[in-house]
C-alpha cells in the first residue's frame, strides 16, 4: 500500500466533502449552544441577586433595583439576541470569549486553558491506556478463547463493566483513602506546590493524587473495549479466510495481528476517536470525587451558575473535540479500509 | 509461599497505619506543621478566580473567594453581633455585641438623619499602617461610585455626604432618617468591609477600578494574613500575625492556632473521610448520615453533643404559599395546609428527627429563645382560630418535640434526652397540630369541597399544588419537600414537587404557587426584625410579573404589618427591650395570618475533630456559631486548645 494508492483522486473529493462537513457541524453545534442559555427563563443577573440574598447578605430593594440594571449593562445582555450573536462571533473570530460572568473580570479563556491540562492529562492517558490494554487483552481473549487466564479476563471484564464509573471511583476511594488510607483525600497535587509541569516533583505528587481518578477510568474503560474486541474477533476467526490461512499455515502470530485483529479495529478505531473528541467536557464526577480542577467541574458550574461565557468555551472545545476527531477518524479510513479508497 | 503471602499482606497493613497516623510534626505545606495549624472547610466550592481577594465586587461571593479566611481572618467592620451567646469582653455588657473597629455603638440624632461612629485607636493594617476614619470613609466614597458592588448602590442613595471631624470619628450625613444604617457595618454572615485607603489609592487610578481590582496579596485588618493559597481555588493559608495584638481581636486574647487551613470543594463523602483521617479539623456541615457516622467517634464533637447534631442557623426554613395567587391568598387555605402536615413525618423524612421546629415566623436560634419563644408560648396556647365548625379551635401542640423524641430514641439511644424541657430546646417547643379535620374544615369554609378522595376549589377546578422543591444539592432539605408534597397528596391535594433550576427566578416573578426555601434570617443574637422585614412593607410590594426586590416574594401585604415596621424604623437599635416587643407584636401577628408556614431552623451539621484542637463551641458553650463560614467564626480561634504541639 502506498501513499499514492490512499491519497488518490477520490480521497481529495472525500476530503473535501467531510471538512465541509465537519465546520457545518461545529457553526450549528455553536449556535445552538448559543441560543439555549439564553432561551432558559432566568439569566445570571438574577442568578446572582438570588445568591447574594441567601447568603445572608441584606439589601435595600431600591439598591437591588440599581444593581440589577447595572449588571445587564455590564454582562451585555441589553441588547437583542441577535445583537447579542453576531458580537459573540466577532469576538470568537478573535479568539475571546469574554470574560467569565461568575468569575468577572477574569477571561473564560483564562480559567478554560487552566482547567484543560488536567483533562486532558487524565483523559488522554487513561483513554489510550484503556484502549490499547483492552483491545489486546480482547483480541487474544478472543482468539485464544479456551484458555484459562482468557476467561478470568473475561469475568474481571464483565465484572467491572457494568459499574458505572463514577461508582467504581467511590468504591476506590474509600478503599484506599479510608479504609486502607495509602492516596491523599484532597486536591490534584500536594497544598503549597507550585503547577510546575517539568518539575518531576510536582509530576510525582500528580501522579499519586491522581492514580485513583486514572485507575478507576482504565479499569472501567478497558472492560467496554476488552468485551467489544473479544466480540469482534470471535465472528473474525470464523470467516473463510482466516480459516483458509490457518489450514495454510500462516503463522498464529500473524493471523492474529494482520488477518483478525486488523479487520476487528475499525469499529474500535472509531470508538476511540469519539472518546477522544469527548474528553473535552470532561468526568464530572470523577473530577468532583477526587477535586481534579478539570473541564468536568467548570462545566458543571458553568451550567448551574448561568456563566454564559464558559458555557460557550467549554462548549465550543468540546463541539470541535468531537468534529475533528471523527473527522481524523474517517480520514484513517482509507488507511484501514480499502473499500473507502474505492469510495 | 503462602507464609510469605503473609508477610505482604501484614507489611501492607503495617504500612497503610504508619500512613494514617496522627502526626503534629507532618508538613500541611513546606514549612507549616500539622501540630500548628487548624483545618477548617469553607463550603463554597472550588474558586474559579482564586487570585481574586476583592470582597467588595458582587462576584466575590459567587465562584470568587469570600470565605476563605478573607472575611473571618483577614478583614474587619466597625460591629459584630454573634449569631449565638457571644464571649464576655471588654467595654460592653452585651456578649453578643462587639464593637470591632468602632469604640463604641452607633449614635444617632433625634431624627435618624446623622450617625456618628467613634473609632478604636492603636488598630493596625499589616503593612503597620494605622486604622483610620480615613479608610471608613474611602470605603463609603469608592463603592458609592459602583453600581455593582456590594452596598454600593446602598450607600449611593443612602449617604448624602461623610465628615470625619478627627483620626478616629467618622460622621455619615443621611438623606433620609434611617435608624438602622449601621446594619450595613454589623456583622450577621458578613457586612460591608473596610478597605485600606492607602494600598486601593496607591493601585487603583480611579474608584471604577474597583471591579477589576484582585487586592493580591490582600492587605489584613484582622488577626491573620494570608500565607499561601491554591491557584485552582481549594485551600488558602492563614498565618497568625505577631502583631494580632494591633487588631479588634485581641478585645478577646491571642487566637490560638498559628495557622488556620480552609478547604474548599469538598463532597460530603470525602468531609466524613478526610476528618475520620484527622485531615479536617472543622466540619461547615455535612449530611445528617454523615454526622451520625462521625459522631460515633470518641474525637468527634457537635453542637448539641451528640442528637440532634446540628447547630440550629439563624435561618428559618418555611412553606412559603404566593399571598398574591387565589386559593392561597386566603388565610383559611394556608392554615388548613399547615393542619394537614404530620410535622413528626417532615422532620424524620428530612434531618432524621435531628431538627429545632418553630411555629413562629422567627427561626428558633442564639437569643431568641429568650426575647421570643418563651414570651410567646402563652400566646400560642390561648390561639384560636375558627375553623368553620368551631370558633375557638385550638392548633397549637407541645407534645411534638417529645413525639419525635420517642420516634428517634431506638436509633439514637440515651443521646435523646427524656428530660421534657432539654428536649423541647433541641427539638423546639411546640408545632401546630395535625389535624386532616380542622384542616378540612378550614378548606370548606374557603369554599372547597371534597369529591372522592380529593379537594376541590370554588369554582370546580381541582385543587393541585406545583411546590417549588430544593434540588439535588441539597438532599436533606430534597427529602423535606418531597414529604410536604406526599402529605398534602395523601389529604387530597394532588401537589407536585417541582426541583427546576429556573423556581427561583419564577418566585421572585411570582409565578408559583408554594416555594420551599426561607425569606427570613434573624440577627441570631440580637431581637431587631429589621434585619429580614424591612422589605416586607407594601412601599415595596412588587405584582405578580414584576420582579420582588427583597424578602417578600409570597407578596404578603399588611397594614397591621407596615404599622409594626414603621416603628422599628423609628426605634432605637440600642434598646433591645423596644426591639423585642415589636418583634413579638410582629410575631402574633404573623402566627395569626400565616403567611408562610414556618418549619424549623436550618439545622447546620458541623462536625469538629478534638484530635489536634479542642474547645469548640457547643449548646452547653455556645460561645459562637461553629459554622466555619461565618465571618463570627473568628472568635472560636481565641477559645481553642492545641492538643497535639509539634515536637520537632
Known sequence: MTFKHVFNKNFGKYLLGRVGQTIMVIIIGITITFIIPRLAPTNPVELKIQQMMVSGANIHPEAIKAFREAMNDIYGLKGTLFEQYVNFWSRLSRGDLGPSIFSFPRPATDIIMKAMPWTIGLLLSTSVISWIFGNLLGGLAGYQSNRRWTKWAELAANSIRPIPYYIFAFILLILFCFVWPLFPTMGAYDPGMDEEWMNPVFLLSVLHHTFLPALSLVLTGLGAWLLGMRALVSNIISEDYVQYAEVAGVKKKTILYQYVMRNAMLPQITGLGMSLGGIFSGALITEYVYGIPGMGQLSYRAIVGFDYSLIMGVSIFSIVGVSVAVLIVDLLYPIFDPRVRLN | ?648
Request: aromatic fraction near 12%; charged fraction near 20%.
Open chain 2, 1 to 648: 509461599m503462602k507464609r510469605s503471602l503473609w508477610l505482604i499482606v501484614a507489611a501492607f497493613f503495617a504500612a497503610s497505619v504508619a500512613y494514617a497516623d496522627i502526626d503534629p510534626n507532618k508538613e500541611v505545606i513546606p514549612g507549616v506543621k500539622r501540630g500548628d495549624t487548624i483545618i477548617v472547610e469553607d463550603p463554597t466550592g472550588a474558586i474559579t478566580n482564586p487570585d481574586s481577594f476583592n470582597i467588595w465586587t458582587c462576584w466575590a461571593g459567587g465562584n470568587g473567594g469570600w470565605s476563605h479566611g478573607l472575611q473571618q481572618l483577614g478583614l474587619d467592620t466597625l460591629w459584630l453581633i454573634d449569631p449565638d451567646s457571644g464571649l464576655p469582653h471588654k467595654g460592653e455588657k452585651d456578649n453578643t455585641w462587639h464593637n470591632s473597629l468602632a469604640a463604641d455603638r452607633p449614635a444617632y440624632n433625634k431624627d435618624f438623619t446623622v450617625m456618628t461612629v467613634k473609632l478604636k485607636k492603636g488598630l493596625y493594617w499589616s503593612d503597620n499602617v494605622e486604622f483610620t476614619a480615613a479608610d471608613v470613609k474611602y470605603t463609603v466614597e469608592t463603592l458609592a461610585q459602583n453600581p455593582t458592588a456590594l452596598f454600593g448602590p446602598q450607600f449611593k442613595t443612602d449617604v448624602k455626604s461623610m465628615t470625619t471631624p478627627d483620626k478616629y470619628t467618622i460622621v455619615f450625613n443621611l438623606s433620609a432618617p434611617n435608624s438602622r444604617f449601621h446594619r450595613n457595618f454589623t456583622v450577621r454572615w458578613n457586612a460591608c468591609w473596610i478597605m485600606p485607603k492607602h494600598r486601593f489609592e496607591k493601585d487603583l487610578k480611579s474608584a471604577t477600578d474597583l471591579m477589576t481590582y484582585n487586592f493580591n496579596p490582600p492587605l489584613s485588618l484582622g488577626p491573620y494574613t494570608l500565607k499561601d493559597y491554591d491557584k485552582n481555588g481549594r485551600w488558602y493559608m492563614w498565618e497568625r500575625r505577631a502583631d494580632w495584638a494591633k487588631t479588634s481581636i485581641n478585645d478577646f486574647g491571642k487566637p490560638v492556632p498559628t495557622y488556620v487551613m480552609y478547604q474548599l470543594d469538598l463532597p460530603n463523602d470525602k468531609k466524613v473521610i478526610a476528618q475520620t483521617n484527622h485531615d479536617l479539623d472543622m466540619i461547615h456541615e455535612v449530611t445528617p448520615e454523615g454526622i451520625i457516622s462521625l459522631a460515633k467517634n470518641k474525637w468527634e464533637t457537635n453542637w448539641f453533643q451528640g442528637f440532634p447534631f446540628g447547630h440550629p442557623d439563624p435561618t428559618l426554613i418555611a412553606i412559603l404559599p404566593n399571598n398574591a395567587r387565589a386559593p392561597f391568598d386566603n388565610k383559611d387555605v394556608r392554615w388548613a395546609l399547615a393542619l394537614s402536615l404530620d410535622i413528626t413525618k417532615v422532620a424524620l423524612a428530612s434531618y432524621k428527627g435531628a431538627v429545632t421546629l418553630s411555629p413562629l415566623h422567627y427561626p428558633p436560634t442564639g437569643t431568641s429563645k429568650k426575647y421570643y419563644f418563651d414570651p410567646m408560648q402563652g400566646f400560642l396556647k390561648d390561639l384560636s382560630i375558627d375553623t368553620g365548625t368551631n370558633k375557638a379551635y385550638k392548633p397549637y401542640d407541645t407534645t411534638i418535640a417529645a413525639k419525635i423524641g420517642d420516634m428517634v430514641r431506638p436509633q439514637f439511644g440515651d443521646a435523646v434526652p427524656k428530660d421534657a424541657t432539654r428536649l423541647a430546646a433541641m427539638l423546639g417547643q411546640g408545632w401546630w397540630k395535625y389535624d386532616p379535620k380542622a384542616a378540612s374544615d378550614l378548606l370548606i369554609k374557603a369554599g372547597m369541597t371534597k369529591k372522592g378522595d380529593q379537594w376541590y376549589k370554588k369554582n370546580g377546578e381541582q385543587f393541585k399544588i406545583t411546590l417549588f422543591n430544593w434540588g439535588t444539592g441539597n438532599p436533606t432539605l430534597q427529602r423535606l419537600g418531597t414529604m410536604v408534597a406526599e402529605l398534602w397528596t395523601a389529604f387530597g391535594i394532588e401537589t407536585t414537587a417541582l426541583s427546576a433550576q429556573d423556581n427561583g427566578t419564577r418566585y421572585g416573578l411570582g409565578d408559583f404557587d408554594v416555594n420551599m426555601g426561607w425569606n427570613i434570617e434573624s440577627w441570631g443574637g440580637n431581637p431587631d426584625i429589621s434585619f429580614f422585614a424591612d422589605s416586607m412593607h407594601s412601599r415595596f410590594y412588587t405584582p405578580v410579573g414584576e420582579v420582588h426586590n427583597g424578602r417578600n416574594q409570597v407578596r404578603y401585604k399588611s397594614a397591621e404589618l407596615d404599622n409594626i415596621l414603621d416603628k422599628v424604623n423609628v426605634s432605637d437599635f440600642n434598646d433591645v427591650g423596644k426591639s423585642a416587643a415589636l418583634g413579638l407584636e410582629f410575631l402574633k401577628l404573623t402566627a395569626k395570618d400565616m403567611p408562610t408556614i414556618p418549619l424549623m431552623s436550618y439545622n447546620v451539621m458541623s462536625s469538629q475533630d478534638n484530635t489536634y484542637w479542642t474547645g469548640y463551641p457547643n449548646f452547653d458553650k455556645p460561645y459562637a456559631n461553629p459554622v466555619t463560614n461565618w465571618a463570627n467564626s473568628r472568635y472560636i480561634f481565641t477559645q481553642l486548645k492545641q492538643m497535639l504541639p509539634p515536637t520537632k
